[in-house]
């Protein structure tokens, strides 16, 4: 290996073609390497966020928070189709309710252009809540808990606590894909479980997600396409995924 360099770039191309990797296969792909050198690449692209070191191995940054990858690329990403989402979005927002925003690129767009009314808004996401401070009207509340630095959002047994003593009018749901064998899904199994707790809390359960997430399968359900009311996308959704939301009684905008 001529550099340091090259090498921790040959890991990190390494550990995103598997998704998650041990540490014995990874040293069996680079075996001139040390296992002393290994673990001090692995802590280090850790520190840069590259990857995301976990016991015994290391797993992609996609796979802990989803196929968008880290919330400051995910800005930046299909902006057209997030600004169209976030148009459509903010039609269905209701004056007087109770709001649960999710995290998530689409979810802090939609936070950036919500009306100043009275609303009571709760989020846990940390970039929802600092465009959420602008406004005047609404009464703004962050669940607690334990903060994923990936996403800048929270989740937890605090935040799962939190949600069980609210009744949501209107949840608007960020997603990392779905797909027909296991529903809707992302990267963070306990992400995953106050989704899935503020789905249950909510009246209207709103899934904000572009046509790219379809088809797409990750590591932990949130929930089915049957529990879910609306579904707002880009307009480029797939017929067979259309006709399953026709089944369930799912409305598309």
Do not use: W
């Not at 299909?78 to 999710?102: G, P």
């Amino acid at each position: 290996m001529d550099s340091m360099e090259q090498r921790r770039n040959l890991i990190v191309d390494l550990v995103n073609q598997s998704g998650s990797i041990s540490f014995v296969q990874l040293k069996s792909k680079i075996p001139k390497i040390s296992e002393m050198t290994l673990r001090t690449d692995l802590k280090a692209l850790d520190e840069a966020k590259r990857i995301v070191r976990v016991h015994g191995g290391a797993k992609s940054v996609d796979v802990v928070i989803g196929t968008d990858d880290m919330l400051s690329r995910r800005s930046v990403r299909n902006i057209e189709a997030k600004q169209l989402i976030t148009q459509k979005a903010l039609q269905l927002v209701r004056k007087d309710t109770t709001i649960f925003l999710d995290s998530g690129s689409t979810t802090t767009m939609l936070a950036s252009m919500m009306p100043d009314q009275s609303n009571l808004i709760y989020t846990n996401s940390l970039t929802c809540a600092v465009e959420l401070c602008k406004l005047e009207k609404p009464a703004i509340h962050i669940l607690g808990g334990t903060m994923n630095r990936y996403s800048m959002s929270i989740c937890g047994i605090h935040a799962i606590q939190d949600v069980l003593r609210i009744n949501f009018n209107q949840v608007f749901m960020g997603v990392t894909s779905y797909c027909e064998q296991t529903g809707f899904n992302c990267g963070v199994d306990e992400e995953a479980v106050l989704k899935r707790t503020v789905m249950n809390q909510a009246e209207q359960k709103i899934v904000l997600m572009d046509s790219s997430k379809v088809g797409v399968k990750n590591t932990y359900a949130i929930c089915s396409l049957a529990d879910v009311d609306v579904i707002i996308s880009d307009g480029n959704l797939p017929e067979d995924f259309l006709e399953e939301c026709r089944k369930y009684n799912v409305q598309i905008i």
